[in-house]
């Protein structure tokens, strides 16, 4: 004899609402956002996928050879690294907002064009992140200040590099004075 199944009760009314996210609010680049998916969300994602800001670039999962790094609150920080939730009221800048408000290159960028210090590119915002960091806390940064940036080129530029950063600190020096 055939057997009559009651249908599974319903369990709808059994599962909670989910609660409404307060949002992350921050800057990027001077514009002010709000941030209401994923918490757990690496910056790095938020920036390329949802803002499209795709300067920024994937290094691996480890923030490897630093073609990832932004600042945060000014300092050099893999945005692979850092979930939105650590992001609340801080101050992103990629190197997108290196440009002026005129839309003219920062010093640094100038300098990486004039020292030839870029290849295939892929690592170049790092290091210009890197080295704004950088030339924040040091005026004139030595070979060696240089030599301690995580930032890796496989397109061998390392050299045109740390010239590159020494121009920009002359340049940045002089406009100081200017
Ligand atoms: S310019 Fe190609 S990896 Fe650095």
Redesign the pocket.
Known sequence: MAQNHAAPATKGADIPPVAVRAGIELQINGENYRHTGDPQMPLLWYLRDVLRLDGTKYGGEHGEGGADLVLVDGKATSAIGVTMDKLSGKQVTTVEGLVTVKGELHPLQQAFIDEDA???????PGWLIASMDLLNRRKDPSDSDIDTLPNL???G?QTRVRSAIKRAAASMKQGAKA
């Open positions: 870029i290849g295939c590119g892929y690592c170049t080129c496989r397109c530029c």
